[in-house]
Protein backbone atom coordinates (compact mmCIF):
# COMPACT_ATOMS: atom_id res chain seq x y z
CA UNK A 1 0.00 0.00 0.00
CA UNK A 2 1.16 3.62 -1.30
CA UNK A 3 1.67 6.39 1.49
CA UNK A 4 1.00 10.26 1.26
CA UNK A 5 5.05 11.50 2.77
CA UNK A 6 4.18 14.42 4.97
CA UNK A 7 7.52 15.71 4.06
CA UNK A 8 6.59 16.08 0.68
CA UNK A 9 2.96 17.36 1.35
CA UNK A 10 4.38 19.94 3.82
CA UNK A 11 6.91 21.35 1.41
CA UNK A 12 4.16 21.53 -1.36
CA UNK A 13 1.89 23.15 1.54
CA UNK A 14 4.68 26.21 2.58
CA UNK A 15 5.25 26.36 -1.69
CA UNK A 16 1.19 28.10 -1.30
CA UNK A 17 2.37 30.17 1.69
CA UNK A 18 0.89 28.07 4.62
CA UNK A 19 2.92 27.72 7.75
CA UNK A 20 2.77 24.62 10.23
CA UNK A 21 1.84 25.94 13.68
CA UNK A 22 3.68 24.96 16.87
CA UNK A 23 0.95 23.05 18.47
CA UNK A 24 0.67 19.61 17.48
CA UNK A 25 -2.00 16.87 18.76
CA UNK A 26 -0.71 13.62 19.77
CA UNK A 27 -3.13 10.47 20.31
CA UNK A 28 -0.51 7.68 21.89
CA UNK A 29 -3.80 5.21 21.70
CA UNK A 30 -4.07 5.79 18.28
CA UNK A 31 -0.73 6.10 17.70
CA UNK A 32 -0.74 9.30 15.29
CA UNK A 33 0.05 12.80 15.16
CA UNK A 34 -1.84 15.99 13.83
CA UNK A 35 -0.17 19.05 12.65
CA UNK A 36 -1.91 21.78 11.48
CA UNK A 37 -0.88 24.17 8.74
CA UNK A 38 -2.69 28.18 8.40
CA UNK A 39 -2.02 30.80 5.88
CA UNK A 40 -1.07 34.22 7.81
CA UNK A 41 -4.04 36.68 7.10
CA UNK A 42 -7.04 33.72 5.71
CA UNK A 43 -9.24 31.47 8.11
CA UNK A 44 -9.14 28.28 6.30
CA UNK A 45 -6.43 25.68 7.82
CA UNK A 46 -5.51 22.32 6.84
CA UNK A 47 -5.00 19.03 9.81
CA UNK A 48 -2.90 16.67 8.16
CA UNK A 49 -2.93 13.08 10.49
CA UNK A 50 0.29 10.71 10.39
CA UNK A 51 1.20 7.67 12.18
CA UNK A 52 3.29 8.72 14.88
CA UNK A 53 7.03 8.55 14.38
CA UNK A 54 6.67 8.26 10.75
CA UNK A 55 6.27 9.78 7.66
CA UNK A 56 3.09 8.45 6.25
CA UNK A 57 -0.34 10.54 5.95
CA UNK A 58 -3.27 8.95 7.42
CA UNK A 59 -5.78 11.79 6.17
CA UNK A 60 -5.69 15.38 5.26
CA UNK A 61 -8.65 17.63 6.17
CA UNK A 62 -9.60 21.36 5.52
CA UNK A 63 -11.20 24.22 6.96
CA UNK A 64 -11.56 25.90 9.96
CA UNK A 65 -13.38 26.00 13.59
CA UNK A 66 -13.68 23.23 15.84
CA UNK A 67 -12.09 20.29 14.71
CA UNK A 68 -15.06 17.86 14.75
CA UNK A 69 -17.31 20.48 12.50
CA UNK A 70 -16.38 22.65 9.61
CA UNK A 71 -13.48 20.06 8.14
CA UNK A 72 -14.00 18.74 4.42
CA UNK A 73 -11.73 16.08 3.90
CA UNK A 74 -8.97 16.05 1.13
CA UNK A 75 -9.60 12.91 -1.21
CA UNK A 76 -6.31 11.39 -2.06
CA UNK A 77 -6.56 9.15 -4.90
CA UNK A 78 -3.75 7.62 -5.99
CA UNK A 79 -4.35 7.27 -9.39
CA UNK A 80 -3.85 10.81 -10.33
CA UNK A 81 -0.38 12.11 -11.18
CA UNK A 82 -0.06 14.95 -8.18
CA UNK A 83 -0.85 12.20 -5.25
CA UNK A 84 1.25 9.85 -6.45
CA UNK A 85 4.79 12.45 -6.58
CA UNK A 86 4.03 13.28 -3.43
CA UNK A 87 3.79 9.41 -2.44
CA UNK A 88 7.05 7.64 -0.28
Known amino acids: MKFVSFN ?3 AYLESLGYVK ?3 TNEYYDSNL ?3 FFSKPGEKEKYMVNIFMNTDKV ?3 SRG ?12 IDMRSKF ?3 LSI
Open 21 to 23: EKG
Open 83 to 85: WKN
Open 8 to 10: KYK
Open 64 to 75: YGSIYLGWDNVK
Open 33 to 35: TTY
Open 58 to 60: ISI
